[in-house]
Protein backbone atom coordinates (compact mmCIF):
# COMPACT_ATOMS: atom_id res chain seq x y z
CA UNK A 1 0.00 0.00 0.00
CA UNK A 2 2.92 2.46 0.60
CA UNK A 3 4.95 1.75 -2.40
CA UNK A 4 1.58 2.62 -4.04
CA UNK A 5 1.02 5.57 -2.71
CA UNK A 6 4.72 6.64 -3.35
CA UNK A 7 4.51 5.75 -6.85
CA UNK A 8 1.16 7.87 -7.32
CA UNK A 9 2.81 10.79 -5.49
CA UNK A 10 6.00 9.92 -7.97
CA UNK A 11 3.64 10.14 -10.98
CA UNK A 12 1.62 13.24 -9.81
CA UNK A 13 5.10 15.08 -9.30
CA UNK A 14 6.20 14.25 -13.07
CA UNK A 15 3.03 15.27 -14.41
CA UNK A 16 3.32 18.71 -12.76
CA UNK A 17 7.20 19.55 -12.39
CA UNK A 18 6.70 21.62 -15.40
CA UNK A 19 4.32 23.60 -13.42
CA UNK A 20 6.93 24.69 -10.91
CA UNK A 21 9.64 25.00 -12.90
CA UNK A 22 7.55 27.63 -14.89
CA UNK A 23 6.76 29.81 -11.97
CA UNK A 24 10.73 29.37 -10.83
CA UNK A 25 11.40 30.96 -13.82
CA UNK A 26 8.71 33.76 -13.70
CA UNK A 27 9.29 34.02 -10.09
CA UNK A 28 13.50 35.20 -10.96
CA UNK A 29 12.58 36.87 -13.67
CA UNK A 30 10.24 39.04 -11.33
CA UNK A 31 12.87 39.54 -8.59
CA UNK A 32 16.21 38.96 -9.66
CA UNK A 33 16.48 42.33 -11.03
CA UNK A 34 14.96 43.89 -7.44
CA UNK A 35 18.22 41.85 -5.49
CA UNK A 36 20.73 43.06 -8.09
CA UNK A 37 19.64 46.81 -7.74
CA UNK A 38 19.29 46.76 -4.06
CA UNK A 39 22.70 44.75 -4.23
CA UNK A 40 24.30 47.89 -6.05
CA UNK A 41 22.40 50.40 -4.58
CA UNK A 42 24.16 48.80 -1.13
CA UNK A 43 27.71 48.83 -2.80
CA UNK A 44 30.38 50.61 -1.12
CA UNK A 45 31.99 51.01 -4.63
CA UNK A 46 30.79 53.59 -7.12
CA UNK A 47 31.15 50.86 -10.07
CA UNK A 48 28.64 49.20 -11.45
CA UNK A 49 30.64 45.98 -11.80
CA UNK A 50 32.95 45.67 -8.87
CA UNK A 51 30.90 44.96 -6.17
CA UNK A 52 32.71 46.04 -2.78
CA UNK A 53 30.71 46.07 1.01
CA UNK A 54 27.62 46.82 1.97
CA UNK A 55 27.21 50.19 2.35
CA UNK A 56 24.57 52.98 2.77
CA UNK A 57 26.57 55.59 1.81
CA UNK A 58 24.24 55.95 -1.83
CA UNK A 59 21.20 56.50 0.71
CA UNK A 60 22.56 58.59 2.34
CA UNK A 61 23.40 61.12 -0.28
CA UNK A 62 20.07 59.99 -2.25
CA UNK A 63 18.31 61.65 1.34
CA UNK A 64 20.40 64.62 1.54
CA UNK A 65 19.95 65.61 -2.47
CA UNK A 66 17.43 68.39 -2.30
CA UNK A 67 16.34 67.58 -5.83
CA UNK A 68 15.59 64.23 -5.13
CA UNK A 69 13.54 65.06 -1.41
CA UNK A 70 11.87 68.19 -3.15
CA UNK A 71 10.52 65.27 -6.25
CA UNK A 72 9.83 62.64 -3.44
CA UNK A 73 7.55 65.91 -2.01
CA UNK A 74 5.94 66.39 -5.16
CA UNK A 75 5.23 62.69 -6.08
CA UNK A 76 3.87 62.15 -2.40
CA UNK A 77 1.83 65.11 -2.45
CA UNK A 78 -0.06 64.09 -6.10
CA UNK A 79 -0.14 60.26 -4.76
CA UNK A 80 -2.06 61.32 -1.65
CA UNK A 81 -4.30 64.03 -3.63
CA UNK A 82 -4.74 61.34 -6.61
CA UNK A 83 -6.04 58.81 -4.01
CA UNK A 84 -8.89 61.98 -2.35
CA UNK A 85 -10.20 62.46 -5.50
CA UNK A 86 -10.45 59.36 -7.13
CA UNK A 87 -11.74 57.48 -4.08
CA UNK A 88 -14.43 60.23 -3.72
CA UNK A 89 -15.67 60.85 -7.39
CA UNK A 90 -14.82 56.51 -7.87
CA UNK A 91 -17.01 55.68 -5.21
CA UNK A 92 -19.98 58.15 -6.70
CA UNK A 93 -19.23 56.38 -9.95
CA UNK A 94 -19.67 52.98 -8.78
CA UNK A 95 -22.94 54.42 -6.82
CA UNK A 96 -24.39 55.68 -10.20
CA UNK A 97 -23.22 52.75 -11.99
CA UNK A 98 -24.75 50.33 -10.15
CA UNK A 99 -28.58 52.22 -9.78
CA UNK A 100 -28.53 53.85 -12.92
CA UNK A 101 -31.13 53.43 -15.40
CA UNK A 102 -29.78 49.50 -16.70
CA UNK A 103 -29.48 50.98 -20.45
CA UNK A 104 -27.25 54.03 -19.21
CA UNK A 105 -25.44 51.64 -16.53
CA UNK A 106 -24.38 49.03 -19.13
CA UNK A 107 -22.74 52.15 -20.91
CA UNK A 108 -20.95 53.79 -18.11
CA UNK A 109 -19.47 49.84 -17.19
CA UNK A 110 -18.76 49.70 -20.71
CA UNK A 111 -17.11 52.93 -20.56
CA UNK A 112 -14.79 52.31 -17.29
CA UNK A 113 -13.86 48.77 -18.39
CA UNK A 114 -12.64 50.58 -21.56
CA UNK A 115 -10.72 53.04 -20.20
CA UNK A 116 -9.12 50.02 -17.94
CA UNK A 117 -8.12 48.56 -21.14
CA UNK A 118 -6.96 51.36 -23.20
CA UNK A 119 -3.05 51.53 -23.41
CA UNK A 120 -1.95 54.30 -20.98
CA UNK A 121 0.63 55.97 -23.16
CA UNK A 122 -2.42 56.65 -25.48
CA UNK A 123 -4.56 58.14 -22.55
CA UNK A 124 -1.74 60.47 -21.58
CA UNK A 125 -1.10 61.51 -25.16
CA UNK A 126 -4.89 62.65 -25.94
CA UNK A 127 -4.78 64.52 -22.26
CA UNK A 128 -1.84 65.95 -23.38
CA UNK A 129 -3.18 67.30 -26.45
CA UNK A 130 -6.09 68.66 -24.82
CA UNK A 131 -4.08 70.57 -22.41
CA UNK A 132 -2.26 72.23 -25.28
CA UNK A 133 -5.60 72.82 -27.69
CA UNK A 134 -6.93 74.44 -24.27
CA UNK A 135 -4.09 76.19 -24.05
CA UNK A 136 -3.52 75.09 -20.03
CA UNK A 137 -0.30 75.37 -19.01
CA UNK A 138 1.58 71.52 -18.05
CA UNK A 139 2.11 72.03 -14.33
CA UNK A 140 1.35 70.22 -11.12
CA UNK A 141 -1.93 70.38 -11.59
CA UNK A 142 -2.37 68.82 -15.06
CA UNK A 143 -0.20 65.94 -13.38
CA UNK A 144 -3.07 65.55 -10.72
CA UNK A 145 -5.08 65.47 -13.91
CA UNK A 146 -4.05 63.23 -15.31
CA UNK A 147 -3.51 60.54 -12.69
CA UNK A 148 -7.07 61.25 -11.30
CA UNK A 149 -8.21 60.07 -15.04
CA UNK A 150 -6.11 57.22 -14.65
CA UNK A 151 -7.20 55.90 -10.94
CA UNK A 152 -10.59 56.50 -10.73
CA UNK A 153 -11.52 53.63 -13.36
CA UNK A 154 -9.76 51.05 -10.79
CA UNK A 155 -11.50 52.39 -7.90
CA UNK A 156 -14.98 52.26 -9.40
CA UNK A 157 -14.54 48.80 -10.32
CA UNK A 158 -12.93 48.00 -7.00
CA UNK A 159 -16.19 49.70 -4.83
CA UNK A 160 -18.74 48.11 -7.42
CA UNK A 161 -17.82 44.58 -7.13
CA UNK A 162 -18.21 44.92 -3.22
CA UNK A 163 -21.74 47.18 -3.49
CA UNK A 164 -22.72 44.31 -5.75
CA UNK A 165 -22.24 42.23 -2.39
CA UNK A 166 -24.01 44.25 -0.31
CA UNK A 167 -27.87 43.05 1.16
CA UNK A 168 -30.63 46.06 -0.29
CA UNK A 169 -32.57 45.32 2.29
CA UNK A 170 -30.56 46.96 5.16
CA UNK A 171 -30.82 50.41 3.39
CA UNK A 172 -34.90 49.61 2.67
CA UNK A 173 -34.65 49.30 6.83
CA UNK A 174 -33.25 52.39 7.05
CA UNK A 175 -35.56 54.34 4.74
CA UNK A 176 -38.64 52.52 6.89
CA UNK A 177 -37.07 53.82 10.37
CA UNK A 178 -37.35 57.46 8.58
CA UNK A 179 -33.61 58.29 7.00
CA UNK A 180 -33.71 59.57 3.25
CA UNK A 181 -32.13 57.99 0.54
CA UNK A 182 -29.21 60.22 1.34
CA UNK A 183 -29.35 59.73 4.79
CA UNK A 184 -29.30 55.94 4.32
CA UNK A 185 -26.89 55.89 1.68
CA UNK A 186 -24.68 57.87 4.47
CA UNK A 187 -25.17 56.16 7.60
CA UNK A 188 -25.59 52.52 6.10
CA UNK A 189 -23.97 52.09 2.41
CA UNK A 190 -20.71 54.25 3.04
CA UNK A 191 -19.72 52.96 6.43
CA UNK A 192 -20.74 49.07 4.35
CA UNK A 193 -17.98 50.36 1.89
CA UNK A 194 -15.30 51.75 4.44
CA UNK A 195 -12.91 48.99 3.74
CA UNK A 196 -13.51 48.87 0.06
CA UNK A 197 -12.99 52.24 -0.43
CA UNK A 198 -9.71 52.54 1.49
CA UNK A 199 -8.25 49.47 0.07
CA UNK A 200 -9.04 51.31 -3.30
CA UNK A 201 -7.97 54.43 -2.21
CA UNK A 202 -4.14 52.81 -1.59
CA UNK A 203 -4.22 51.19 -4.52
CA UNK A 204 -5.12 54.90 -6.28
CA UNK A 205 -2.08 55.90 -4.37
CA UNK A 206 0.11 53.27 -5.41
CA UNK A 207 -1.02 54.15 -9.14
CA UNK A 208 -0.40 57.82 -8.98
CA UNK A 209 3.22 57.28 -6.63
CA UNK A 210 4.66 54.60 -9.44
CA UNK A 211 3.80 56.15 -12.55
CA UNK A 212 5.67 57.66 -15.78
CA UNK A 213 3.67 57.42 -18.60
CA UNK A 214 1.34 59.76 -17.76
CA UNK A 215 3.70 61.73 -15.60
CA UNK A 216 5.56 62.09 -18.78
CA UNK A 217 3.05 63.50 -20.86
CA UNK A 218 1.48 65.70 -18.49
CA UNK A 219 4.46 67.36 -16.37
CA UNK A 220 5.62 70.78 -17.12
CA UNK A 221 8.90 72.75 -16.53
CA UNK A 222 10.78 72.88 -12.87
CA UNK A 223 10.29 70.22 -10.21
CA UNK A 224 9.68 67.06 -11.88
CA UNK A 225 8.14 64.17 -9.53
CA UNK A 226 10.23 61.37 -8.46
CA UNK A 227 10.02 59.25 -11.65
CA UNK A 228 11.11 61.60 -13.77
CA UNK A 229 13.63 62.59 -11.66
CA UNK A 230 14.97 59.21 -12.00
CA UNK A 231 14.24 59.13 -15.62
CA UNK A 232 16.61 62.40 -15.70
CA UNK A 233 19.24 60.80 -13.90
CA UNK A 234 19.45 57.48 -15.82
CA UNK A 235 19.98 59.33 -19.00
CA UNK A 236 23.29 59.88 -17.62
CA UNK A 237 23.38 56.76 -17.17
CA UNK A 238 22.95 54.38 -14.55
CA UNK A 239 24.16 55.06 -11.10
CA UNK A 240 24.26 53.82 -7.40
CA UNK A 241 21.95 57.04 -6.42
CA UNK A 242 19.34 55.33 -8.84
CA UNK A 243 19.25 52.13 -7.80
CA UNK A 244 19.08 53.51 -4.11
CA UNK A 245 16.22 55.76 -5.24
CA UNK A 246 14.42 52.97 -7.11
CA UNK A 247 14.67 50.84 -4.12
CA UNK A 248 13.25 54.01 -1.85
CA UNK A 249 9.95 53.08 -4.37
CA UNK A 250 9.98 49.91 -4.36
CA UNK A 251 9.66 49.65 -0.34
CA UNK A 252 7.07 52.71 -0.50
CA UNK A 253 5.21 51.34 -2.97
CA UNK A 254 5.29 47.64 -0.96
CA UNK A 255 4.35 49.30 2.20
CA UNK A 256 1.16 50.74 0.63
CA UNK A 257 0.08 47.50 -0.19
CA UNK A 258 0.95 45.78 2.55
CA UNK A 259 -1.42 48.04 4.68
CA UNK A 260 -4.40 47.33 1.64
CA UNK A 261 -3.93 43.66 1.89
CA UNK A 262 -4.26 44.34 5.86
CA UNK A 263 -7.27 46.10 5.20
CA UNK A 264 -8.63 43.09 3.49
CA UNK A 265 -7.58 40.48 5.70
CA UNK A 266 -9.22 42.52 9.11
CA UNK A 267 -12.59 42.83 6.98
CA UNK A 268 -12.24 39.14 6.17
CA UNK A 269 -11.43 38.00 10.06
CA UNK A 270 -14.76 40.47 11.46
CA UNK A 271 -16.77 39.36 8.93
CA UNK A 272 -16.01 35.67 9.41
CA UNK A 273 -16.28 36.61 13.80
CA UNK A 274 -20.13 38.27 12.72
CA UNK A 275 -20.73 35.18 11.20
CA UNK A 276 -19.50 32.95 13.57
CA UNK A 277 -21.26 34.80 16.34
CA UNK A 278 -25.12 35.01 14.23
Known amino acids: MSTMRLGGRRETFDRTWWLWAITGAVLALMFIPVVVVMLYSLNSEKSLIVLGSLST ?29 STTFGTLLAIGWQRAWPPAANAAGGSILLRLVVP ?5 ASLFLLFTQLQVVLSFWTILAGHVALAIAFVAVIVRSQLVSLNAEIESAAQDLGASRVGALWLV ?15 AFVLSFDDFVTTYFTAGVGAQPLPLQIYSMLRF ?10 IVMLVLTAT ?23
Open 237 to 246: GVTPEANAAG
Open 120 to 124: ETAVA
Open 256 to 278: VLTLAAAVVLLVKHRRRRREATA
Open 57 to 85: RWYDKLFHDSAMLTSLRISVEIAVLTALL
Open 189 to 203: VIPALRPTIATAGLL
